[in-house]
């Protein structure tokens, strides 16, 4: 909570997490699930918190910890929205669990998650939260990665490589500077890091840039083998 407080975004034990207690704090019946995002048809891993909300006699799936839109979880078949919609496909999957599918588009998103209807407490994802935010291997840990939707598309930002996807297409550009790169966080994403000191702002750009160069380069060889 005092990370989205301080005006930092998160992924979804975050932004669902603050959510949820912004929702129960106002009188809703909130309710937390065990999900996973993923492509395949296959059980809740664990890895996303799924929130539901009662309202007017009805369960709605709210999610702001995903690059798609809010759905109705009381929806029987699909309900295509528009490009980029999300809907729940009919019938359970994987011991009971709802599975949330997004139309394709826009390209590069996620393209479903799972949810099991079990309610569980927050300190459920203790564990895979820690990996995540701590693991070498967890690509929140390996890669920067900022992410916006608005009513038109999205905008990623995965190291220095800045891309929008939308009905036309995607237009990607690689940023080069770090005056550039900290303008796109707080032009973009909204994200201004006024409160992070010179030495530290430096350290991170240096940090992304240097990882952007190795990955440039691991590409450059494997196109040459």
Not at 17 to 43: I, K, M, N, P, S
Not at 68 to 97: C, F, I, K, M, S
Not at 164 to 193: K, Q
């Amino acid at each position: 909570m005092a990370r989205i407080l301080r005006g930092r975004g998160g992924y979804c034990f975050h932004l669902n997490g603050a959510f949820g207690a912004l929702l129960t704090a106002l009188g809703y019946d909130v309710t937390l699930h065990r999900a996973g995002v993923q492509g395949e048809v296959e059980g809740p891993g664990g890895d996303h918190l799924a929130l539901t909300v009662g309202l007017d006699g009805e369960r709605w799936l709210v999610d702001t910890g995903l690059a798609g839109e809010n759905a109705r979880a009381t929806a029987a078949a699909r309900r295509h929205l528009h490009p980029g919609a999300v809907y729940l496909r009919d019938g359970p999957v994987g011991g009971g669990a709802r599975r949330l599918a997004v139309h394709p588009w826009p390209r590069g998103a996620f393209t479903a998650m799972v949810f099991a209807p079990e309610p569980v407490e927050l300190s459920t994802f203790a564990a895979e939260h820690h990996r995540l935010s701590t693991s070498p291997e967890s690509g929140f840990v390996r890669v920067l990665q900022a992410q916006l939707r608005d009513a038109k598309g999205v905008d990623m930002l995965r190291g220095c490589v800045l891309r929008r996807i939308d009905a036309e297409g995607t237009y990607e550009r690689t940023i080069d500077s770090a005056d550039d790169w900290y303008d796109v966080l707080a032009d973009v994403f909204h994200l201004n890091l006024t409160d992070v000191d010179a030495p530290a702002r430096a350290a991170l750009w240096q940090r992304v840039h240097t990882a952007h160069q190795e990955w440039e380069a691991a590409g450059q060889r494997a196109t040459t083998l």
